[in-house]
């Protein structure tokens, strides 16, 4: 077996969601917990435009997702007890050597570090349950990680934190070789680019640790997206300057240096709770489009919306407003799966 991850902007089947349902991250007011629902609601009607959507239910919530839920998004009934399906989710894999043969890699999910607050016993199981619907393989790992902590180009790079998988709350007896030898079996890359850390937000009580897929992606081979935050007032300001650095020294699996391009942070710099980590590079690829995360019209939306556009030429980028989701510790692209689509083999 040769397991890949294909590159997100690789054709899809489908993407996956799961639909809120009450825990910590849900809300404390009826306000806040129909915002989360709507949000997440409004997440997949702007996939459902581009493609299948199947989302993962609650039995608890099956009547309010019905009710919210165009019938374009498909619901599969499973217990949760949370609503992240990057982190949680299967992370899908092909085999180069047997084509249309998709597995599923079962990472290990322990609520991101099991801190004191999070739930994840049931949750942990979405990965077994999705790839048995898809009829995949399933590709059990001993690693504890996260969807949202790696980034692939789908020609053996990856993006990883050393505050994710190497997090002694996650993966205590871990080393760098021990886990770029489990991603090479589970997702076959060959270059691993270890971010030295995350967002500043992310760092806090809800936070991931450290996830990069708020900070950094690849729209193609040898080019990078990377947050820029522009405003010294910010404590990102240093991280953006620290990672830019990084990648100005490193190189892809093929060899290549990268081609950075800055997308720079929302205007914002504060909420009610302190600094931000609102941020577009949080987005999800889908085909023909972008799902790109929007933050009221803030004034760097639009820009960040045509950069987008030329970082992914062809496909129609879309903002939905993700600032309930960063208020719950993630954006787009964490509430969000693909799953690659398999081309039959040639008969």
Aim: a negative charge; charged letters at 25%; glycine letters at 10%.
């Amino acid at each position: 077996m040769a397991w890949r991850m294909p590159s997100e902007t690789a054709p899809h089947e489908r993407t996956w969601m799961a639909f809120p349902r009450p825990g910590q991250t849900l809300g404390e007011t009826l306000a806040e917990q129909e915002e989360c629902y709507a949000a997440w609601a409004a997440t997949a009607h702007a996939i459902a435009e581009f493609e299948p959507v199947t989302m993962v239910v609650d039995p608890t919530e099956i009547a309010r997702a019905r009710r919210m839920l165009s019938s374009g998004v498909e619901i599969v009934e499973a217990p949760l007890d949370e609503f992240w399906m990057r982190d949680f989710g299967p992370t899908f894999v092909v085999d180069d050597e047997r084509p249309g043969v998709l597995g599923a890699v079962d990472w290990i999910f322990n609520g991101w570090g099991a801190p004191e607050w999070a739930e994840w016993g049931l949750s942990a199981e979405i990965g077994r349950f999705v790839s048995g619907l898809v009829g995949s393989e399933l590709v059990s790992s001993v690693l504890v990680n996260e969807g949202g902590g790696i980034h692939v180009d789908g020609e053996g790079t990856v993006l990883l934190t050393e505050t994710v998988q190497l997090d002694p709350r996650r993966n205590p007896y871990a080393d760098r070789a021990r886990v770029e030898a489990e991603l090479a079996r589970t997702i076959g890359t060959t270059r691993a680019i270890w971010l030295p850390r995350g967002l500043t937000r992310d760092y806090d009580d809800f936070g991931t640790n450290g996830h990069v897929d708020i900070v950094a992606t690849i729209p193609s081979p040898g080019r990078v997206l990377l947050h820029d935050q522009t405003d010294e007032a910010h404590p990102d300001h240093a991280v953006s300057r620290e990672l830019r650095a990084l990648f100005e020294s490193e190189t892809d699996a093929a060899g290549r240096a990268w081609e950075i391009i800055d997308v720079p942070a929302p205007a914002t710099l504060r909420d009610h709770e302190g600094f931000v980590d609102w941020s577009y590079i949080n987005h999800l690829v889908v085909n023909g489009g972008v799902i790109a995360c929007g933050f009221g019209e803030d004034e760097a939306d639009a820009a960040a919306r045509a950069i987008l556009s030329e970082a992914y030429p062809g496909r129609t980028v879309v903002s939905v407003d993700a600032r309930p989701m960063f208020a719950r510790g993630g954006g787009i692209h964490c509430i969000t799966q693909q799953q690659p689509r398999i081309e039959a083999p040639a008969r």
